[in-house]
């Protein structure tokens, strides 16, 4: 699956940045501002990956079934826009990993959940992205993941076949998503790992412990 390979997308949350501490921060804010204890990053770090249902289940055991979980919902959101990269870093390595693509000639994308709302201003933000050739939103396509059309729309952004390419995501979502777009897939174990099954369950192609790894993956293709 890592033979002729032209891009390589991305998961955003989790496996380029670590946004837990803002995405943490915005959810604890909503703690203290009722008068609640504040909760360590700790808690809330596994779950960064499921943006508001995750952080909110974390701050006050909610699912978004449950009555008030919407209103809640906007008023995290307010709060994360506020701050979305006081605290989020992009992960040691990703730079060199980035630059290490493009010297092979090779084209690279992001591929989230997030809503464009917060993508957009946030990839703007870090330079890290200028040189993505595609950055597509969970609400870019009619569907987000697990379904494969936010993969399938960034290769079709990079005007390359979906084949030719390889998805990199620290979620479960992440992996079904690629193998139904017909990508090769990677896990990437530093990163949140929010799912219920442990990562070598996921079906993935192969797993990476750091983005450096992904590097020697193509280099034994």
């Known amino acids: 699956m890592f033979h002729n390979i032209r891009a390589v997308l991305f998961d955003l949350d989790g496996t380029l940045i670590d946004s837990a501490p803002d995405l943490a921060a915005a959810a604890d804010k909503m703690r203290t501002d009722r008068g609640q204890e504040s909760l360590p990053l700790a808690r809330y770090r596994s779950m960064a990956g499921a943006g508001a249902r995750g952080m909110l ?9 449950d009555a008030g979980f919407a209103a809640l919902r906007e008023e995290f ?8 990269t006081v605290l989020t870093e992009v992960f040691d390595g990703v730079p060199a990993l980035i630059q290490a693509l493009q010297a092979r000639g090779l084209a690279w994308g992001v591929v989230t959940n997030k ?3 917060f993508t957009d201003p946030l990839t ?11 950055v597509v939103s ?4 009619p569907h987000a993941k697990p379904h494969p059309a936010p993969l399938l729309e960034a290769a079709a952004r990079l005007k390359i076949d979906a084949s030719q390419c390889i998805y990199v995501g620290d979620d479960e979502r992440d992996i079904v998503a690629g193998l ?11 990163g949140y790992l929010g799912s219920a099954q442990a990562p070598h369950a996921w079906g993935a192609h192969a797993a990476i412990k750091s983005p450096s790894e992904l590097l020697q993956l193509l280099g034994q293709a």
Not at 124 to 134: N, V
């Open 124 to 134: 703007r933000a870090m330079p890290l992205f200028s040189s993505a050739g595609a």
């Open 57 to 65: 289940g974390e701050a006050f055991g909610l699912k978004p079934e």
């Open 138 to 141: 969970g609400d870019t396509t």
């Open 77 to 84: 959101f307010a709060n994360y826009e506020a701050r979305m």
């Open 115 to 117: 809503a464009m709302r």
């Open 180 to 190: 139904a777009a017909g990508m090769g897939t990677v896990a990437a174990t530093y």
